[in-house]
């Protein structure tokens, strides 16, 4: 280990003290990645209880786009919170929720009339685009693709492609979901090119094979794979999906949960692409922390349902539409995109150096500041390395950074930093990530010898 990186002994007496209060209390079956607990936290700094300090590169799974207790985000919680927190939308409006929906009708790519709804979580927001696009369409099958995640409830846990953890006796699963090949030309062994050209063909034979085109309501795709593995939608894929969907009459649905809000570069992942979606699937970095998510689209689609069909008790909380505002605001008074794209860029040239020192580095891939690499036993069999991905997960975490993974096999090192993350954090959290992955692969290497 770097002499200058110093070895954190976690958890602490604190964390361990309520660990064993987790254990008893709370239901096994929420899976934690880390075994210390938060106590505050800064910008792109986490402080956990026994006073350890992490550099913040999962951004609770890409919801802390603006980072950390932005004081205009607080200071907005705490106004509206003041005043009141709850009276439930279906019950008696109120004025946050619609300048939160006007704002993001302005924000969202398409030059025709939007409206959007609320929900509290992604999966919800997931589930009600589904219900608008059945309704508005009158078809019931939806497309989606491999590798994908879209949610944990019965509705987007069949959407979600990967078994563990996700959907192993969770069975059954909901009907007239239909799934398409995504994109990964590291795994297909094709270009970008070749892989785009392969998944649109595929596609276009589900609708002799599996289910006719005139049923499908809806193709609902992630621009950038997040639990899947940060796979990135070549250029021209989207666009390519997006005349297929005109050419059936299907609604074009972008997932943009974990890549929207200037994640990839652009305040949407679908902007690279020049494609304006029907339907937009947005939460995480929207409410940096607070539970809201949405839905935005083609007027005549959203309005589709009728009244009473769509919401719920907390959707479009008062207090989150607040936290809402505040955070457009920030993105609106600071370049996050560029910013994303120059994070983006140094992450990157330091895992392709890695990648040259290290075999078990199979791929770096991403958009933007949404970026990972993918761990294999072997570059020539692409066997993936679940257990590498994990080992630097734990020295990651022992050396203070707070690091995540993906992928359908476990074995992508996923970053999503804080965008307001400083030079001198990054590259500190670099190294730490560099030292991590050293240490993994030098004893991988080892142990391989004396085999």
Not at 97 to 112: D, H, M, Q, S, W
Not at 193 to 218: K, N
Request: charged fraction near 20%.
């Amino acid at each position: 280990m770097s002499d200058n990186i110093p070895y954190l002994d976690i958890p602490g007496p604190k964390s361990r003290e309520l660990l064993a209060r987790r254990q008893q209390f709370v239901a096994r079956g929420v899976a934690s990645t880390m075994n210390v607990f938060a106590a505050k936290a800064d910008g792109a700094i986490i402080e956990d209880v026994d006073g350890n300090r992490y550099i913040d590169f999962a951004g609770g799974i890409g919801v802390m786009n603006i980072g950390h207790t932005r004081p205009e985000v607080t200071r907005a919680i705490t106004e509206q919170a003041a005043k009141f927190t709850h009276t439930c939308f279906s019950v008696m409006m109120y004025e946050p929720y619609i300048a939160l929906a006007e704002r993001l009708v302005k924000l969202t790519p398409g030059e025709f009339p939007k409206k959007a709804i609320f929900f509290n979580s992604g999966a919800e927001a997931v589930e009600n685009a589904v219900k608008i696009a059945r309704w508005a369409t009158g078809r019931p099958a939806i497309i989606v693709f491999d590798n994908a995640f879209h949610g944990r409830t019965l509705m987007t846990m069949t959407m979600t492609s990967k078994v563990q953890p996700y959907k192993y006796r969770f069975g059954p699963y909901a009907p007239e979901v239909y799934r398409a090949p995504y994109p990964y030309p590291y795994r297909m062994n094709m270009t970008p090119q070749e892989a785009t050209a392969f998944c649109i063909q595929e596609l276009e034979r589900m609708f002799v094979g599996e289910v006719a085109p005139d049923q499908v309501a809806a193709v609902i795709i992630e621009p950038v794979q997040g639990e899947g593995g940060f796979m990135v939608a070549p250029p021209g894929f989207l666009r390519a999906l997006k005349a297929v969907c005109e050419k059936y009459n299907m609604l074009f649905v972008a997932d943009e949960i974990q890549s929207g809000f200037c994640r990839t570069g652009r305040m949407f992942a679908v902007e690279h692409d020049g494609v304006e979606p029907d339907l937009m699937i947005i939460a995480k970095s929207m409410g940096a922390g607070m539970p809201i998510s949405g839905v935005v689209g083609r007027a005549e689609i959203m309005d589709a349902p009728s009244p009473g069909t769509l919401g719920g008790t907390y959707s479009g909380n008062p207090v989150a539409c607040a936290a809402a505002l505040a955070v457009l605001d920030l993105y609106e008074k600071e370049d996050l995109a560029a910013r994303s794209r120059e994070i983006g860029h140094v992450i990157t040239q330091r895992f392709l150096k890695l990648q040259e020192s290290f075999p078990m580095i199979g791929d770096v891939r991403g958009l933007g500041g949404m970026v990972a690499m993918e761990l294999v036993k072997d570059r020539t069999t692409k066997e993936p390395d679940s257990h590498a991905a994990s080992d630097t997960l734990a020295a990651a975490h022992h050396r203070g950074l707070v690091l995540i993974k993906a992928g359908m096999y476990d074995n992508v090192l996923r970053v999503l930093v804080p965008l307001c993350v400083t030079d001198e954090q990054l590259n500190r959290g670099l190294d730490i990530f560099e030292d991590a992955i050293t240490t993994v692969a030098e004893a991988a290497a080892a142990t391989s010898s004396v085999s």
